[in-house]
């Protein structure tokens, strides 16, 4: 669940306005309320879905960070499907009282550690190698994608992961090391899993680059 600070709000596809569902895992149909900040954006189920998916021989025993949280529900996904830990970012105080609220009532809830703060700002300060799985879905329209994967990249464990949300025109550029694993998309929305090379990459490997333009081919599991 993300922002998007101008244009209008994006059409949620499944869940009723104000709110969106763990979709699996222990905590499955648990309501996870969207907080009334304009432009709130619900990740759509379906995007959701192929994603734990993808990650699912990975999550138990992960520690995940989900930088913009919104409503929390990635790395409250996580958690609900067997990682150790979740680190949940956001700044806008209404959201990060409600990610309280609702993970004091969770049995478990312990696991997710919410935290107030500018996401990018927070990641100059965070620990090297803490995290195996990130989740980076920043507001489409506020620019932050790419700071926000310059910082979040140190943080991320060798063999770890990185999944990335954004608007079908973005473009983005990781250094060698990172892979391409799975790629979907919607018609508002592409979605990336990368993987890293716990041996710091290949003398000769690519930069992991996704193209800008709608032109630009999915690697795997397009979603429409």
Aim: charge should be positive; charged fraction near 20%; aromatic fraction near 6%.
């Amino acid at each position: 669940m993300k922002r998007r600070p101008h244009g209008p709000a994006r059409k949620a596809s499944a869940p009723a306005a104000g709110q969106v569902r763990v979709i699996g895992g222990r905590w499955r149909g648990t309501r996870l309320p969207v907080p009334g900040v304009e432009g709130l954006r619900p990740t759509p189920d379906r995007v959701r879905e192929t994603l734990f998916n993808w990650l699912a021989p990975v999550l138990p025993g992960a520690r995940v960070v989900d930088l913009f949280a919104g409503s929390g529900a990635l790395g409250l996904e996580a958690l609900s499907r067997g990682a150790a830990a979740a680190t949940l970012v956001e700044r806008d105080p209404g959201a990060v009282a409600g990610l309280r609220s609702l993970v004091q009532r969770l049995q478990g809830g312990e696991a997710a550690g919410v935290v107030q703060a500018d996401a990018i700002q927070w990641l100059r300060g965070a620990a090297p190698r803490a995290f195996d799985i990130a989740f980076v879905d920043p507001p489409f329209a506020s620019g932050l994608l790419q700071p926000a994967l310059d910082g979040v990249l140190p943080l991320v464990a060798p063999d770890g992961w990185l999944y990335v949300e954004g608007p079908p025109e973005a473009s983005l550029d990781l250094p060698a090391g990172w892979h391409l694993h799975r790629e979907g998309r919607t018609r508002e929305t592409r979605f990336l899993l990368y993987r890293r090379d716990a041996g710091g990459g290949m003398p000769g490997a690519p930069v992991a680059t996704l193209p800008a333009g709608p032109e630009a081919t999915p690697a795997a599991d397009t979603e429409t």
